[in-house]
């Protein structure tokens, strides 16, 4: 072998290699080319860019949040408190959820005042995140097992949704979590717990992860001796994770909320009535998307899958049936745990007496990826290959020279479709939550089988008193002017 390429190649697990007979994950590492996870990174930017940015040119905004974040991490670029009023006038977005990692955003915005820049960097962190998963894999597996798991998890089903779901903090998460895993993996504890302990600032719940990382820690340290202060080092992680967690769950949310609680302790508790249950068929179908595509169940067999463990305790426990289906960015932070669970399982299982066994983890990487490969025929990346998906329809032209006529600066209210083309330059309320506020402008779709006139009638009610006028009806939008306010 060439001196230098052995230099570079990725250092290999020597537990690991002493365990497979042959030292068949030894030699593979020093054949992987070091830049393999990168220019898999490179790619899966490329592609999650370009989803994020057509979806964004063609106003198929799914929800609120991308405007909800635009608003809090503007507020940082400004250095203001970070408030979103789509979550209610005045909301400091800390009292919804603690996520001050995203005002790592804010020179970029300030720069760039644009809600791209939240797709972009999100694109950015979600390939960043194959950087560990890829690497790992080829260490330990070779080159071709290794680029198959690490593009099959760049492919999944999860993070697609993730990219598809506009912007969320939790794309901060997928680096630190498979940085963190790798680390694991590699028995580099130090560099794990590090990389694990910003997982706090990136949603509150991550708090139990943190710790969930920590018991893994030490399940891996026992029956050894190596490194005496790792145990208590991952004692200290696993405490401070759950410590924290209560923190921002029971003082610094309910410090930033404006009723000075949790919201979404709401979702867990019954209310008046009796609340729903995640049906045993919804938890067993989630189950088995999240293990059987992307593991073929053989991630069961590593302890890693402990670290899913927290997601899905407090999403199944939930009554909000959003949280038990594989929709939305739900699953994203689950999908770096479960690969490098399958190259940990994998690892072990080559080195089986087991032939079966051994033969189903030779050929499991590749069977992962066709799985990937057959199931984003239905996925969002797959819209990629359409041509329409690069062109701006008539209608999206029509309706953003309709919204710039909103001067900046303006109070608006607003549904989903023109939050992503005002939230940088207005204050924008979501329609029917200004509490009391009247805006200047009300900007909405034009509900099917409606007109101007309807949407005129809906904002009487909405703001009784005050009355509005038509501005514009174009490309399947409707915004209204406020013209006068009379006492009730």
Avoid at 112 to 139: E, H, I, K, W
Avoid at 229 to 252: K, M, R, S, T, W
Avoid at 440 to 469: F, I, N, S
Wanted: aromatic fraction near 8%; charged fraction near 20%; hydrophobic fraction near 50%.
């Amino acid at each position: 072998m060439d001196p230098a390429a052995a230099a570079t190649a990725p250092a290999p697990d020597r537990h690991a290699a002493e365990a497979t007979p042959g030292s068949r994950p030894r030699a593979a590492s020093l054949r992987a080319p070091r830049l393999d996870p990168y220019w898999v990174a490179g790619v899966l930017f490329v592609l999650f860019t370009a989803l994020s940015v057509c979806r964004h040119r063609r106003m198929l905004t799914m929800s609120w949040d991308l405007g909800i974040f635009e608003q809090a991490i503007r507020a940082y670029a400004h250095l203001q408190a970070p408030v979103a009023d789509l979550k209610g006038p005045g909301t400091n977005i800390l009292g919804d959820h603690f996520s001050p990692v995203t005002a790592l955003l804010a020179p970029l915005y300030r720069l760039f005042p644009s809600p791209v820049v939240l797709l972009v960097a999100q694109a950015a962190l979600f390939a960043l995140s194959a950087v560990p998963v890829t690497r790992l894999a080829a260490g330990l597996l070779g080159r071709k097992r290794g680029l198959a798991v690490g593009i099959a998890y760049g492919l999944s089903w999860g993070v697609q949704r993730a990219v598809d779901f506009d912007f969320h903090e939790i794309a901060f998460a997928m680096p630190l979590l498979a940085f963190s895993l790798e680390a694991v993996v590699r028995r580099r504890w130090r560099a794990a717990m590090a990389w694990a302990l910003p997982l706090v600032l990136v949603k509150e719940d991550l708090g139990i992860t943190v710790a969930a990382i920590g018991v893994v820690v030490l399940i891996r340290l026992r029956g050894t001796r190596r490194e005496p202060n790792a145990a208590a080092l991952a004692i200290g992680l696993v405490a401070f994770g759950l410590a924290f967690a209560a923190l921002a769950f029971g003082v610094i949310i309910p410090g930033f909320n404006h009723d000075g609680s949790y919201d979404y302790w709401t979702k867990l508790g019954g209310g008046d009535g009796p609340a729903p249950t995640i049906p045993a068929d919804t938890a067993i179908r989630t189950l088995l998307w999240l293990l059987l595509p992307t593991t073929g169940l053989l991630a069961l067999r590593s302890s890693l899958l402990i670290v899913a463990l927290p997601t899905l305790g407090w999403r199944f426990a939930s009554h909000d049936d959003h949280y038990w289906g594989t929709d939305w960015h739900y699953s994203a932070v689950l999908m770096p745990v479960v690969f490098i669970a399958l190259t940990d399982a994998l690892t072990r299982a080559r080195g089986s007496r087991r032939p079966w066994l051994r033969s189903y983890a030779d050929h499991l990487p590749g069977a992962v990826l066709a799985a990937a490969l057959a199931l984003t025929a239905s996925l969002p990346l797959y819209s990629l290959t359409e041509p329409d998906t690069y062109r701006v329809p008539a209608s999206v032209r029509a309706a953003e020279r309709l919204l710039d006529r909103i001067p900046d600066g303006a109070t608006v209210e607003s549904d989903v479709g023109p939050i992503s083309r005002l939230a940088g330059r207005c204050r924008v309320l979501w329609i029917g939550d200004t509490r009391g506020l009247i805006p200047e402008y009300v900007a909405m779709r034009t509900p099917d089988g409606k007109g101007a006139a309807d949407v005129v009638e809906d904002a009487r009610r909405l703001h009784p008193g005050t009355e509005y006028a038509v501005l514009g009806n174009e490309g399947g939008y409707t915004v209204l002017r406020r013209v006068a306010a009379t006492a009730p």
